[in-house]
C-alpha cells in the first residue's frame, strides 16, 4: 500500500502521516543512542522490593525534548504530555485541539541490558474535545516496525527498510506473539503490590533458571489455569509493545501513554478497559488488553 492510498483509508490517517513523518526518524535514533554509554546514563525514580530500579535515562530525554521541540514549532494547536518530567500534565487544556502522548522508551531497563525484543517507544493523539484517542503509534526501532491505529480507519504494520522505503501493510487480527503477559514494571505502592501478590497465587511460579541475571529473576513467569489446561503469563516489561504483538496484557501499574493501544487493538476488534472495566482516560493506571472479548473476559477474571 502506498502512503496516499494508506492517507485515503481514514479521516485521522493524514494527521497520522504527518506525525510518521517526525517520529519515525525520531524513534530510530534510539538504536544509535543505546550504543553511546553518555546515552545509557540514567537518573533512578524509584526502586522496588526487589531492588530494581526504575530509571530514565539520557535517551529518554533526549527524545521526549526532541519530540517536543516538533510538537511545539509545527502543532501550537496541540497540548504536549511526556512520561518524563515537567511534560506529565495532569489536565487537558481547554484551548488545545489535541493532546499529543509520548512515552520515549517503553522497556528503559530492556533498553539499557540491549533485549532488543523488549523495548520500544509510543506516541498517541487523543481528541480534548471528545477525549477519546484517535492515533496510537508503537514503535519497536530494533526491528524498524511500527504499530499504527487510526480510529475508524484501521490498524497498520509500517516497516522501514534501512533506505528509508516503508513498506505498509494491515494488521493480522491474530497475535503475533501467541503468549500472555502481565505488567509488573517496578511496582512501589503497597496496594499494588498486594494486587499482584493475589495474581501470582492464582497460578504457579515458575523458578528462574540458574543463569538468569537480576534483571530476569526479578520478573516472575506464572502458569496459570484456564479451562482444562494452564498457560504461561510472562512479565517482559516492555509496555505498550507486549500489548500489540501479545494475545493479552495485564497492567498493573500504567500511564497515558496507553491511549495508542486502545486505538490499535480497537480497530483489531479487540477490547482494551482499565481493571474497573472503563475505556480510556487521562491519568489511566491500570489496564486489561486482548485481542477478542474471549480472551478478555479470561484476564479480567484474573485481576
Known amino acids: 500500500m502506498t502512503r496516499q492510498e494508506f492517507i485515503e483509508a481514514g479521516e485521522y490517517n493524514a494527521i497520522a502521516i504527518e506525525i510518521l513523518n517526525f ?8 538504536t544509535r543512542l543505546q550504543k553511546d554509554p553518555d546515552f545509557l546514563k540514567s537518573t533512578v525514580k524509584a526502586v522496588a522490593e526487589s531492588g530494581i530500579s526504575d530509571v530514565v535515562t539520557a535517551a529518554d530525554i533526549y527524545v521526549q525534548n526532541k519530540l517536543r521541540e516538533v510538537v511545539r514549532r509545527e502543532y501550537p494547536e496541540w497540548q504536549f504530555w511526556g512520561e518524563e518530567g515537567g511534560d506529565n500534565t495532569s489536565e487537558y487544556d481547554p484551548n488545545k485541539e489535541y493532546l499529543f502522548i509520548t512515552d520515549p522508551i517503553e522497556g528503559t531497563n530492556n533498553f539499557k541490558s540491549h533485549k532488543d525484543d523488549q523495548w520500544g517507544s509510543v506516541v498517541a493523539l487523543v481528541n480534548i474535545e471528545t477525549r477519546e484517542p484517535v492515533i496510537g503509534i508503537v514503535a519497536h526501532p530494533a526491528k524498524r ?6 480510529k475508524n480507519g484501521g490498524a497498520w504494520n509500517i516497516s522501514i527498510s534501512e533506505n ?13 506473539l501467541d503468549y500472555y503477559t502481565y505488567n509488573n514494571s517496578p511496582h512501589f505502592e503497597a496496594n499494588i503490590i498486594s494486587q499482584v501478590d493475589g495474581f501470582l497465587s492464582r497460578g504457579t ?16 513467569k506464572v502458569l496459570m ?4 489446561e494452564q498457560v504461561s503469563f510472562d512479565d517482559p516489561e516492555s509496555g505498550a509493545l507486549e500489548a500489540v504483538r ?9 500511564s497515558n501513554e496507553m491511549a495508542a493501544v486502545f486505538v490499535i487493538l480497537g480497530e483489531l476488534g479487540g477490547k482494551v478497559t482499565d481493571f474497573s472495566g472503563k475505556k480510556w482516560s487521562l491519568g489511566i493506571n491500570t489496564m486489561i488488553a486482548a485481542r477478542s472479548a474471549e480472551e478478555y473476559k ?3 477474571s484474573l485481576v
Open 164 to 176: 528509508n522505503n516503508w513498506n505498509i501493510s494491515k494488521m493480522n487480527s491474530g497475535p503475533e
Open 205 to 220: 511460579v515458575v523458578a528462574s533458571e540458574e543463569a538468569a541475571t537480576e534483571l530476569e529473576k526479578s520478573r516472575k
Open 145 to 150: 516496525i511500527f504499530y499504527v491505529g487510526t
Open 246 to 254: 501479545c494475545k493479552g496484557t495485564i497492567y498493573f501499574k500504567t
Open 23 to 30: 517520529y519515525v526518524p525520531i524513534a530510530l535514533e534510539l
Open 298 to 300: 479470561y484476564l479480567a
Open 225 to 228: 489455569p484456564k479451562e482444562e
